[in-house]
């Protein structure tokens, strides 16, 4: 790809917006920056403008007048009139991700899915490691694909954590091992329905060619509907049925290849949502080359990542977990699955259009208490009548009146079924504000 010369604009100075600069810069573009922030309060981006000495416009018409390309950061809505104008002069457009692409030395394994991406992609990149294969991880999570075209080599696995909203501007980026855990309704304030935000996880698999994997969730009605319409051989994971090829729980454990393949008592994650981030990226470790009694030995060294039902503390007798990174209903669910009962939960955050009423069902005769937070409160009072609930506003009111009323064996649990960005600059934020709340009970 050749960028010298030409006119480029990055979108968002998030870690992306930032990554792309530096890229963009060592390949002589010229280039511009903008955001709907204002430069001072950049942070880290601030300083990367500084260093490269790229000029800053506030995000307005202006910042996209006398282009060639946008780049456009994951967290920058496609659908802005200043975008939509561009795009209707013939300005192209492409994402980090894309962006980055060409120059990312190494396979590439790509991981998407409404709930579990984080932990199958740090459980992927934990088992290849043990198993002594070279990777690096990155993406969604730690650094952007662009900040890992650096540290990239031939034969170097890239095992990257992929959102629909990277997903949605790829044309050419290609995995040679794509998984999908799920998908469910998620993002639905962006992607506006159902369809577009499965298009944009289904993109992964789309720019596969025949010689690719994918790794697919076989009791998932979306993901189970793409195998006829990719170019890449399926290998399927499930909890409900033995698969003709792929992985499989059954007595004992997971299975694959007819045989015991992980005893269930290696696995430490918590929650039966997990066993499928287990078997999803055993699949695609074993793809990538990790014989089956390495995969068993590093499932077993594997713990839970930060605010992904993380035990916190027990307290007389009252556990904590912080699960901050349930940001949909789906996730959610899947965090009340893992406890039998006793639950004091702490819902609420920034809608995204989700419907909270299957929540009901699942808390009614597990949850003591609902504990109600940020912009979305209200709508999800409305949806789960019948329930102990309690308007809190903040998290710390929360947390402090679920500990004040639980008991010995109670669990008190943050899994927000939403977005932070009401009171929070992200999930992660959130998550360690709880720890510390929890943390400081005495």
């Not at 996880?201 to 690719?212: A, I, P, V």
Request: charge should be neutral.
């Amino acid at each position: 790809m050749n960028l010298r010369g030409l006119r480029i604009v990055v979108a968002g100075m998030g870690k992306s917006g930032a990554a792309a600069l530096e890229l963009l810069s060592t390949q002589g573009a010229l280039l511009r920056a903008t955001d709907n922030r204002p430069l001072a309060e950049l942070g880290d981006a601030a300083r990367v403008i500084e260093k490269l000495g790229v000029g800053f416009v506030p995000q307005s018409p202006k910042a996209f007048e006398g282009i060639d390309l946008m780049v456009v950061s994951p967290g920058v809505p496609l659908d802005l009139p200043e975008i939509a104008a561009a795009l209707a002069r013939g300005v192209k457009l492409t994402g980090e991700l894309e962006l980055a692409a060409p120059f990312l030395k190494g396979p590439k394994i790509g991981i998407t899915g409404s709930n579990g991406k984080t932990t199958t992609t740090a459980l992927t990149a934990h088992i290849l490691k043990e198993c002594g294969i070279p990777c690096q991880v990155g993406g969604n999570i730690g650094w952007p694909p662009a900040a890992m075209v650096a540290s990239s080599k031939p034969g170097q696995w890239n095992v990257l954590e992929l959102s629909s909203f990277q997903l949605e501007t790829i044309h050419d980026f290609r995995a040679d091992i794509a998984v999908c855990l799920n998908v469910t309704p998620d993002h639905l304030d962006r992607h506006k329905t159902f369809e577009a935000y499965t298009a944009a996880k289904r993109r992964l698999f789309e720019t596969q060619r025949s010689g690719d994997w994918a790794v697919l969730n076989a009791d998932d009605p979306v993901t189970h509907g793409w195998a006829n319409r990719i170019s890449a051989q399926p290998v399927w994971f499930s909890q409900l049925k033995r698969v003709s090829r792929g992985l499989w729980v059954s007595e004992g454990g997971v299975h694959a290849d007819g045989e015991l393949m992980i005893p269930f008592e290696s696995i430490q994650l918590r929650g039966r949502h997990n066993l499928e981030n287990v078997m999803a990226a055993a699949a695609a470790a074993q793809l990538a080359g990790a014989p089956k009694a390495g995969i068993r030995a590093a499932v077993a060294s594997f713990q839970a990542v930060e605010h992904r039902l993380e035990f916190v503390r027990r307290l007389r007798g009252v556990d904590y977990f912080n699960d901050s990174k349930a940001t949909n209903v789906d996730a959610a669910l899947k965090a009340i699955e893992a406890f039998p009962g006793g639950l004091w939960i702490i819902l609420g955050g920034k809608d995204k259009g989700g419907d909270y009423t299957p929540l009901a069902a699942a808390l009614r005769g597990k949850a003591r208490g609902v504990m109600l937070i940020g912009a979305a409160a209200e709508k999800i009072a409305g949806q789960l009548g019948g329930l102990p609930l309690a308007e809190c506003g903040t998290l710390d009111a929360a947390v402090r009146k679920a500990a004040a009323a639980a008991e010995e064996g109670d669990t008190v649990l943050l899994a927000p079924a939403c977005a932070s960005f009401d009171q929070f600059r992200n999930y992660e934020e959130r998550g360690r504000l709880f720890k510390t709340l929890v943390t400081g009970i005495v």
